[in-house]
């Protein structure tokens, strides 16, 4: 799809009604409530469930602030992974293709059987 820069990729994917169970996973651990797998922060940009893989394009989408770095680092996550909710599209005002696989994460059997988050 097409969208304009400076666009939030989160509000994009529901602009475009993408289902919420394909935006967030619901077995991802929460980062930002231990134990609290099941639920989402609802675009607050805290909880880290919903991770995509920029498979291309990464240099068009805004890099990490803060709160998402640490936290991405924090869980080991590849540098191409990020919260769709922090992604701002469009980085520097260019334009381009970007590739995204949604929810990367549940390719990983240790993504699933953690007990506990972060």
């Known amino acids: 799809f ?27 651990m929460r980062f930002d409530a231990i134990g609290n797998a099941g639920s989402n922060c609802g675009g607050e940009g805290s909880c880290g469930t919903c991770l995509v893989a920029v498979t291309r394009g990464l240099e068009l989408i ?15 996550r590849p540098a191409r992974w990020r919260w769709s909710c922090r ?4 980085a520097n005002n ?8 949604m929810k990367p994460q549940i390719a990983f059997d240790e993504e699933r059987s953690k007990a506990v988050g972060l």
Request: glycine share 12%; charged share 30%.
């Open 2 to 28: 097409e969208a304009a820069a400076g666009s939030n990729l989160r509000m994009e994917f529901l602009r475009r009604g993408l289902p919420k169970d394909e935006i967030y996973d619901s077995q991802t």
């Open 62 to 76: 805004s890099q990490p602030g803060r709160i998402e770095g640490k936290a991405l680092a924090k869980q080991n």
């Open 87 to 90: 992604a701002v599209l469009g």
């Open 94 to 101: 260019q334009g381009g293709e970007i590739d995204i696989q």
